[in-house]
């Protein structure tokens, strides 16, 4: 009897232990990204006002490389303002609102690329392309160099990025299905790749769909890793490109965006819900890393701006973060890594460039 109840014990003990071994060696799934990093480095801005003051209107976008500092601010029938990233003298603007040569739709979005700045217009299907170098020797044609005309057939895009050789990489929509797409200059499709996470929610069309599938897209100076964010969530994925395939290095993806699809008469919405937060605002790349501004508030509760900047290297490693000292719009890392561009907003509701040391 004595044998038989220590047995029991015995086995229960056992189990008990297991199951705590078990507990302690299950790896538990972060609820925000922020958990995957270590205790962020506080940074205070080394230049608040680093571009001319009077030089700003309405600030949408930052890029950088080299000595090149673009920032996307409609002013004058232009998109865009270069400034040099050293200094912050005031260089020229460009980008002309138009049809004609040389000119955009307004709003496109474009990257800074071997010394280009290459734009992107998904309405006209229009690729176009500006040298820096001709900017900078205040050429009267505004730098215009080529114009690439693309049509993918059933398929949307939000962001492009050129990798040279002819070859396109878009993030968007394509088939309702896939998320990325590598095509060439003569609209053959090369590759596709990742499911959208809502491609099998019926309550979904192909416009919702790509409405909902929205983000930021970076690429390091090679053109080989890119990295891809949806607004208003937790995903972002690491891609690489090699011999005309698209391959996933990682995808992490720990909270779906939060849409209300909506269609009538023609018109399309996919709308935020009162759970809804913004998730990834803004990326910027160098050959290192893949920096993000970052923001786990809701978007009912605040503006799109975050003091939180995130750093992955190429593989999605969390490397670090950062925390400013004052609420972001925009982000640029310099190509050395050592300088963080930031657009911000002062007490008048004016705009500025600061700029922040890394190292």
Same mark, same amino acid.
Not at 163 to 174: E, H, K, M, S, T
């Given at each position: 009897?004595?044998?038989?109840i220590?047995?029991?014990?015995?086995?229960?003990?056992?189990?008990?232990l297991?199951?705590?071994?078990?507990g302690?060696?299950?790896?538990k799934?972060p609820?925000?990204?922020?958990?995957?990093?270590?205790?962020?480095?506080?940074?205070?801005?080394?230049?608040?006002?680093?571009?001319?003051?009077?030089?700003?209107a309405v600030?949408?976008?930052l890029?950088?490389?080299g000595?090149n500092?673009?920032?996307?601010d409609?002013?004058s029938?232009e998109?865009?303002?270069?400034?040099?990233?050293?200094?912050?003298?005031?260089?020229?603007?460009?980008?002309?609102?138009?049809?004609?040569p040389?000119?955009?739709?307004?709003g496109?979005?474009?990257?800074?690329?071997?010394?280009?700045?290459?734009?992107?217009?998904?309405?006209?299907?229009?690729?176009?392309?500006?040298?820096?170098d001709?900017l900078?020797?205040g050429?009267?044609?505004?730098?215009?160099?080529?114009?690439?005309?693309?049509?993918?057939?059933?398929?949307?895009?939000?962001?492009?990025?050129?990798?040279?050789?002819?070859?396109?990489?878009?993030?968007?929509?394509?088939?309702?299905?896939?998320?990325?797409?590598?095509?060439?200059?003569d609209n053959?499709?090369?590759d596709?790749?990742?499911?959208?996470?809502n491609?099998?929610?019926?309550?979904?069309?192909r416009?919702?769909?790509f409405?909902?599938?929205?983000?930021?897209?970076?690429?390091?100076?090679?053109?080989?890793?890119?990295?891809?964010?949806?607004n208003?969530?937790?995903n972002?994925?690491?891609?690489a490109? $090699? !011999?005309?395939k698209? /391959? =996933?290095?990682? &995808? @992490?993806?720990?909270?779906?965006?939060?849409?209300?699809?909506?269609?009538?008469?023609?018109i399309?919405?996919a709308?935020v819900?009162?759970e809804?937060?913004?998730?990834?605002i803004?990326l910027?790349?160098?050959?290192?890393?893949?920096?993000?501004?970052?923001?786990?508030?809701?978007?009912?509760e605040?503006?799109?701006?975050?003091?939180?900047v995130?750093?992955y290297?190429?593989?999605?490693?969390?490397?670090?973060s950062?925390?400013?000292?004052?609420?972001?719009?925009?982000?640029?890392? $310099? !190509?050395t890594?050592? /300088? =963080?561009?930031? &657009? @911000?907003?002062?007490?008048?509701?004016?705009?500025?460039?600061s700029?922040?040391?890394?190292?």
């Open positions: 009897m004595n044998m038989k220590s047995s029991y014990l015995l086995t229960v003990v056992v189990g008990v297991l199951a705590l071994l078990c302690c060696t299950a790896e799934k609820e925000s990204v922020s958990e995957l990093f270590p205790v962020p480095i506080s940074l205070s801005c080394s230049a608040e006002s680093f571009v001319p003051e009077d030089s700003l600030v949408e976008g890029a950088c490389s000595r500092l673009v920032v996307y409609l002013q029938g998109s865009y303002v270069l400034f040099d990233a050293l200094s912050g003298e005031y260089i020229t603007r460009f980008g002309r609102i138009g049809q004609g040389g000119e955009i739709s307004s496109s979005y474009g990257c800074l690329s071997d010394g280009r700045f290459v734009v992107f217009d998904d309405a006209t299907k229009n690729v176009t392309a500006y040298d820096m001709t900078r020797n050429a009267r044609h505004g730098g215009f160099v080529w114009r690439q005309r693309y049509d993918i057939g059933d398929g949307q895009l939000s962001r492009l990025a050129f990798l040279g050789n002819g070859l396109f990489f878009g993030a968007g929509l394509l088939d309702s299905h896939y998320q990325y797409i590598l095509f060439d200059s053959h499709i090369h596709t790749a990742v499911e959208v996470y491609s099998e929610d019926t309550s979904f069309d416009y919702t769909r409405l909902s599938n929205q983000g930021d897209l970076v690429m390091n100076c090679s053109g080989k890793r890119l990295a891809c964010a949806l208003f969530s937790s972002i994925d690491f891609l490109v $090699d !011999e005309g698209i /391959r =996933l290095v990682k &995808s @992490l993806r720990l909270k779906n965006p939060l849409y209300l699809p909506e269609s009538s008469g023609g399309y919405s709308s819900t009162p809804s937060f913004w998730g990834y803004s910027c790349s160098t050959d290192k890393y893949v920096y993000a501004l970052y923001s786990d508030k809701k978007v009912m605040s503006g799109r701006c975050s003091s939180t995130l750093v290297d190429w593989d999605g490693n969390p490397v670090r950062f925390q400013l000292d004052v609420p972001a719009f925009h982000i640029a890392a $310099d !190509e890594d050592s /300088r =963080l561009f930031v &657009s @911000l907003m002062d007490e008048e509701h004016n705009w500025k460039i700029v922040y040391d890394l190292k």
